[in-house]
């Protein structure tokens, strides 16, 4: 049998097709916007299309749907609106339209949001949105590959998203707009809601450089700021040290106000996303779980974990799941 699963995030659109082994790839935000690469074409190249028995899909937000839905079911994408989530490339979109009339077997999943049946109500009423919806394929995962009820997840790469669980489902997350600074985007504080009000800046312009970037003074294209930022710290750049620094301290702020709230004794910590399990140039991993290990266990998974638990979802809803980390299945 053959599943795949697909993570639609911020730097690229990332497949896994699961049968015997686990086979990634990954298509550049820019490859895909410029119309010269198709996901399909791609995904031909490594296995037969027709034997594929469903596919799970992440796009956006997700903040659209509550349930993870058949794909003829979608209404516009599964988002209220692709406004104000970071930089937009329409590159995600082109594949979500090919896989949509490819007639393969595809459902997609919804993000975290105020509408979210499952989640704790008390992080509904406090936050409109929580996380995008690789973040349930990210924890689903996280949930297979450690056997953990009770933890969090933490995903930090471009942005930073941290995510409670408890019981198996997911209670609440913290968005990146909200609490932890990613490479690129972060929270908004006073000095940016100020640029806002005067007109400097929109809040998404500002969302979207307020990460280690910002630390750093760094203006590079969201692709490329991972690499310009590790370039600055190799060569012994302070500035590049300290926003490394300061997306570790409000991280572990992040994740100790989660452990903080949670009901259950916390079994582990999993850490995952291209700087949460990076090791090299800089020990990020180490650093924080150096930091964290008193909540419980700390673990990494690989930054390929969205589109390997959105194929561990898709076999699993195959298989007759009725739902998933308490995200019910339509």
Do not use: W
Not at 176 to 181: I, P
Not at 234 to 262: C, F, N, Q, R, V
Not at 279 to 308: C, H, R, W, Y
């Amino acid at each position: 049998m053959v599943f795949v699963g697909m993570d639609h995030g911020t730097t690229g659109v990332s497949f896994t097709i699961l049968d015997d082994n686990r086979t990634h790839f990954k298509i550049g935000r820019d490859e895909l916007s410029s119309g010269h690469v198709s996901a399909l074409a791609e995904l031909s190249k490594r296995i037969d299309t027709e034997s594929i028995q469903l596919m799970a899909i992440t796009y956006a937000m997700g903040d659209g749907i509550t349930k993870i839905t058949p794909l003829e079911k979608v209404k516009d994408r599964g988002i209220l609106s692709i406004e104000g989530a970071g930089k937009v490339t329409g590159g995600g979109t082109s594949v979500y339209e090919e896989i949509e009339k490819s007639g393969i077997p595809t459902v997609l999943i919804p993000g975290l949001h105020q509408n979210t049946p499952s989640m704790d109500p008390l992080f509904r009423e406090a936050y409109s949105h929580h996380a995008s919806a690789e973040k349930v394929s990210i924890c689903y995962n996280a949930h297979l590959e450690t056997g953990y009820e009770n933890f969090i997840v933490s995903d930090i790469s471009s942005n930073t998203v941290s995510i409670l669980l408890e019981n198996g489902i997911i209670r609440g997350a913290i968005d990146a707009c909200l609490g932890a600074m990613g490479i690129v985007h972060g929270p908004l504080d006073l000095k940016m809601i100020r640029d806002v009000d005067e007109g400097l800046r929109t809040a998404n312009q500002c969302f979207s450089r307020a990460g280690a970037v910002k630390v750093a003074g760094i203006d590079e294209k969201v692709v490329k700021a991972k690499d310009v930022l590790l370039e600055k710290y190799l060569k012994g750049d302070p500035k590049a040290e300290l926003a490394l620094e300061s997306m570790l301290m409000t991280i572990t702020m992040e994740i100790y106000g989660l452990a903080g709230i949670a009901n259950n004794e916390i079994e582990g910590v999993v850490l995952t996303g291209s700087v949460g399990s990076m090791q090299e140039p800089f020990d990020f991993f180490g650093s924080l779980k150096d930091k964290v290990e008193n909540i419980g266990e700390v673990v990494m998974t690989p930054a390929t974990s969205g589109s390997v638990g959105s194929a561990q979802i898709a076999k699993a809803v195959f298989e007759g799941a009725e739902d998933i980390i308490g995200i019910k299945v339509l």
